[in-house]
């Protein structure tokens, strides 16, 4: 994806905030499973399918009035490039440096001020992240019907550790994967691997869960089934490979495992 793309995207995901389409999908839908749904016996989430990330765009306008949609577009396209990059690069540097160089990028950009105590607020909303409407009732059942739940994500074990605590999710998640422990991010295999070495299950035994249509392609090229959550309704990536299913809330991916 190229940071024109990327950034349509990140406007579009925006546009959602000032609405309530997404969260009136969540609180209508029934939240019950009655079995494990067979053959998929764990589950692993990005950290976004988990945790909304619209509160940090509303922390850059409140930050920068005006220009907060602006930096978020820029923040969030130059933040997933520089990991990609970092890869091909081989120049690792974690999830929490490599998103603070980019909203550094961002506001050269933009020529905003950024000071020290800006920078440092900006960067603390991502500790502080909450749990997208529904989800806290569509973990409960899916951990009701058996399914063991794990993140596997480019947070670093601290982001992740932080979030989990802001949204009171504590106990939930059987493992909290971070891609930082092998010094890579995804969509690298090495990534992907490291939820079959977790729950010791097979690859066809564990359902990937991606919030970034690239995150998608990658768990499914790697073996996984995977749901793409996607709340601002993006299409496809055409890199010929899709997931095995989609849809803009948990609700989905709960009626998805029942189906």
């Known amino acids: 994806m190229n940071a024109r793309a990327m950034t349509g995207t990140r406007r579009e995901l925006l546009t959602l905030a000032?609405?309530?389409?997404?969260?009136?999908?969540?609180?209508?839908?029934?939240?019950?499973?009655?079995?494990?749904?067979?053959?998929i016996k764990a589950i692993a989430?990005?950290?976004?399918?988990?945790?909304?990330?619209?509160?940090?765009?509303?922390?850059?306008?409140?930050?920068?009035?005006?220009?907060?949609?602006?930096l978020g577009d820029v923040w969030r396209a130059r933040q997933f490039e520089y990991t990609w990059l970092r890869i091909a690069f081989q120049r690792y540097a974690d999830f929490w440096r490599v998103t603070e160089d980019a909203l550094v990028f961002a506001a050269k950009l933009l020529k905003l001020d950024l000071t020290s105590e800006k920078r440092s607020r900006l960067m603390e909303a991502y500790l502080e992240l909450k749990p997208w409407p529904g989800v806290a009732e569509g973990l409960k059942s899916l951990r009701d019907a058996g399914l063991r739940l794990?993140?596997?994500?480019?947070?670093?074990?601290h982001m992740l550790a932080a979030c989990v605590?802001?949204?009171?999710?504590?106990?939930v998640f059987e493992d909290q994967l971070s891609t930082d422990t092998i010094k890579t991010y995804k969509p690298d295999p090495r990534a992907y691997a490291m939820a079959v070495n977790a729950f010791g299950l097979p690859v066809e035994n564990i359902l990937f869960v991606a919030f970034g249509g690239w995150d998608a392609v990658g768990a499914k090229t790697f073996g996984f089934k995977t749901f793409w959550?996607?709340?601002?309704?993006?299409?496809?990536?055409?890199?010929?490979?899709?997931?095995?299913?989609?849809?803009?809330?948990?609700?989905?991916?709960?009626?998805?495992?029942?189906?």
């Open 45 to 70: 989430f990005d950290a976004f399918p988990i945790f909304d990330p619209r509160s940090i765009s509303l922390r850059a306008e409140a930050v920068f009035p005006g220009r907060g949609a602006e």
């Open 229 to 259: 959550f996607n709340p601002a309704s993006q299409p496809a990536e055409e890199l010929g490979v899709t997931p095995d299913a989609m849809g803009p809330s948990f609700a989905d991916l709960v009626r998805f495992l029942k189906a």
């Open 150 to 157: 794990g993140f596997l994500s480019n947070f670093t074990p």
């Open 165 to 171: 605590k802001a949204s009171a999710l504590e106990g």
């Open 18 to 39: 000032a609405g309530t389409a997404v969260t009136s999908v969540f609180s209508s839908a029934a939240m019950t499973m009655d079995k494990t749904p067979p053959g």
